[in-house]
């Protein structure tokens, strides 16, 4: 072997033997510090979680008591969303995957204006539905107004995994249906939509996830208030926000901060579990039945 | 396939009804978006119609009250976090991807995979919680007081790397295996074929997911607001506690009112302007629609 040939295949190998030191540094860096945040998290938050801890009511400002009216409050936040978010959501993937051509004016504009709308920073949603929903429409801080806030966020999502998972059903079944004589609205119905299930359910999840990492848009339309919620016009606080209240304007409460950080991160991997699972078993159940 | 009324004639009273209600509520849909934005320039349009342009940033201070707007220093702060955190989480998110596609087994690259989807699920707050009570001590120790433009971008750049290094992954992963073998058969050292064939292979796809990455950072209200120190300056070294726009608009927007709320809800344009540019170049740089 020459002697620059040599050297090129030695440079080579200094090379490769920095960028494997520099990729494996990198990604124990990188695991080090994500098992740094959630070990410390069950460290300091599993000793407090009990059952009471989950039903009582608050106490000196946060401090003491559990979260109990908080997680109804989420709960109640999430409802709001979903109900407002599913019925708009689900409608609008239908029209575009099954009535409007791909490249018609009306679909077109819907889809840009949905993209749009899923960038837009949740302070923005906050800014908007303080004045929209809580001054213009008179709701107040409110269950209400945070919910419809939240089910704004979570449209794109919804619209575009429901029109994907209805694009993703093979055209056969609409010509059987056509050929059976069925109307459109049954198609849907009967054949189109549980094919779908699936990947509508998966979408869902995906956006009450989401929904319920939320802060921010939360702050100035849900409000603070840690009572139990009477009804859904009462001021009500997120498990998120009650974990930022905690930690930034509660002297003190960091223990209960770890607590519900647990609580709404298990929350999370409940919903996305759920969701993957459910998406596993109808795909399961529509091999079966084909 | 679509049903549009050329391919197949439908009979059915009931469909076309079912169309109708099915426009109404797309168009619903859609006007959100309008409604937004008409929202934002209501109710900021009192200082936009009286303030020129440019003394948002001129204006030596922020104090609305008395009529002084000065965005500059928050909007420093806003683009100094996220350039740091992109800078950081680029870096460290695409070595993790190449960790995960070139060096790792595949069981440990699996694994990691999961551990990053899990990240990419925990929310903001949380985030901001673990920054203040364990990141936010460290770095006091070492130069108080702590809550810092550092802090900012160590808890931007946790947040945003798990979308940059999924992104990035699945970009590897599409590069076509021909490429690969062409580049072994060829006799290229792995840094070799990784540099000169796999990266500028998937260029356009961690391009895509580093703006995606950008807009997160620049609309991250949580993290942001909990670790920073939200004290308004132009941010002159790591160390200094600063105010970003979102954090801005979250702290005063309880108490303000008036052309104090109107300057907010003005700040809130300029932020979904920036995040908008973001979102627009993504989009014409990966082709793809996901809001994942």
């Not at chain 1, 998290?41 to 039903?55: D, K, N, Q, T």
Request: proline residues 4%.
């Amino acid at each position: 072997m020459s002697e620059a040939a040599s050297l090129a295949v030695s440079r080579d190998r200094t090379l490769d033997r920095l960028m494997g030191l520099a990729v494996y540094a990198s990604a124990l860096l990188v695991a080090g510090t994500f098992l740094w945040l959630l070990g410390d998290l069950l460290w300091h938050g599993a000793g407090r979680l009990s059952w009471s801890f989950l039903v009582s009511v608050p106490t000196n400002a946060g401090r003491a008591g559990g979260i109990g009216p908080i997680l109804v409050s989420t709960l109640l936040i999430l409802g709001v969303a979903v109900a407002a978010a599913v019925p708009l959501g689900l409608a609008t993937a239908v029209l575009l995957a099954e009535f409007l051509e791909r490249r018609s004016l009306f679909g077109r504009f819907v889809g840009l204006s949905l993209d749009v709308l899923a960038g837009v920073p949740s302070i923005v949603f906050g800014l908007f539905g303080n004045a929209f929903f809580c001054i213009f429409l008179g709701l107040g801080f409110s269950i209400l107004s945070g919910g419809l806030t939240l089910a704004c966020m979570a449209l794109p999502i919804l619209i575009r995994t429901a029109e994907a998972s209805l694009r993703a059903v093979p055209d056969d079944w609409r010509l059987g249906c056509a050929a059976l004589g069925l109307s459109r609205a049954a198609a849907l119905r009967h054949v189109l939509l549980p094919a779908a299930s699936s990947g509508l359910m998966a979408g869902l999840m995906l956006g009450i996830g989401r929904a319920m990492a939320e802060t921010a848009a939360l702050i100035f339309t849900s409000g603070y208030v840690d009572r139990m919620p009477s009804s859904l016009l009462d001021s009500g606080r997120a498990l998120s926000l009650h974990i930022y209240d905690l930690s930034m304007n509660v002297a003190g409460g960091d223990a209960n901060a770890y607590a519900s950080a647990l609580v709404l991160i298990g929350l999370l991997i409940l919903i996305n579990g759920t969701s993957l699972w459910l998406a596993e078993r109808w795909l399961n159940q529509r091999i079966l039945t084909l | 396939m679509t049903w549009s009324r050329r391919s197949i004639s439908s009979p059915s009273h009931a469909d076309a009804r079912l169309a109708g209600v099915l426009s109404a509520a797309a168009g619903l849909a859609a006007a959100i978006l309008v409604l937004i934005v008409l929202f934002l320039l209501r109710e900021s349009w009192p200082v936009l119609e009286k303030v020129e342009w440019l003394r948002y940033l001129t204006d030596a201070a922020w104090h609305p009250s008395e009529g002084l707007f000065g965005l500059a220093p928050m909007l420093g702060a806003t683009l100094a976090s996220s350039a740091g955190a992109l800078l950081l989480a680029g870096s460290l998110g695409v070595a993790s991807a190449l960790f995960c596609r070139f060096y790792a087994p595949s069981s440990i690259a699996r694994q990691y995979r999961r551990l990053l989807a899990l990240l990419a699920g925990i929310p903001s707050v949380v985030f901001g919680f673990w920054g203040l009570t364990e990141l936010v001590p460290l770095i006091a120790r070492w130069q108080p007081p702590g809550t810092s433009l550092l802090a900012a971008i160590l808890i931007l750049t946790l947040m945003i790397l798990p979308t940059v290094a999924l992104t990035a992954d699945a970009a590897l992963a599409a590069v076509p295996e021909g490429y690969l073998q062409g580049a072994a058969a060829l006799g290229l050292s792995r840094s070799g074929t990784i540099l000169g064939v796999a990266l500028p292979a998937a260029k356009g796809g961690i391009v895509s997911g580093l703006l995606l990455a950008a807009g997160r950072a620049l609309g991250e209200i949580m993290a942001v607001l909990m670790v920073a120190g939200n004290v308004v300056q132009t941010p002159h070294g790591l160390f200094d506690p600063v105010r970003t726009l979102t954090a801005n608009i979250a702290l005063e927007m309880a108490y303000a009112t008036g052309e104090h709320r109107a300057a907010l809800f003005v700040s809130g344009l300029v932020l979904t302007g920036l995040v908008m540019l973001l979102a627009g170049l993504a989009l014409r740089q990966g082709g793809t629609r996901s809001h994942v």
